[in-house]
């Protein structure tokens, strides 16, 4: 048919640390975007992508500019993508 359509393509999981058991919710969907970027750097380095979530507070870490070290650190290393 010629289009585009969305695709799995791949999973990945590992088990949290007991220091990253502690991170908010917040934290821990942030580690998971930067989590997937660092796993499939191989596949998107050099491309456009969209993550896609369904997790307000993400939308947020995007448009704030009140972030602690952590999540500053992450937001940066998302934005090069």
């Known amino acids: 048919d010629g289009k585009a359509r969305e695709h799995v393509i791949g999973y990945a999981s590992r088990t949290l640390s007991a220091s990253e ?32 979530t369904d997790h307000k507070a993400l939308k947020w870490l995007h448009s704030t500019k009140d972030l602690n070290s952590r999540l500053a650190r992450w937001a940066i290393q998302i934005a090069t993508y």
Do not use: D, H, M, Q
Request: glycine share 6%.
């Open 21 to 52: 058991r502690k991170y908010s919710p917040t934290e821990r969907e942030c580690l998971a975007i930067v989590y997937g970027c660092n796993y499939y750097l191989p596949y998107i380095e050099g491309t456009r992508f969209t993550a896609i």
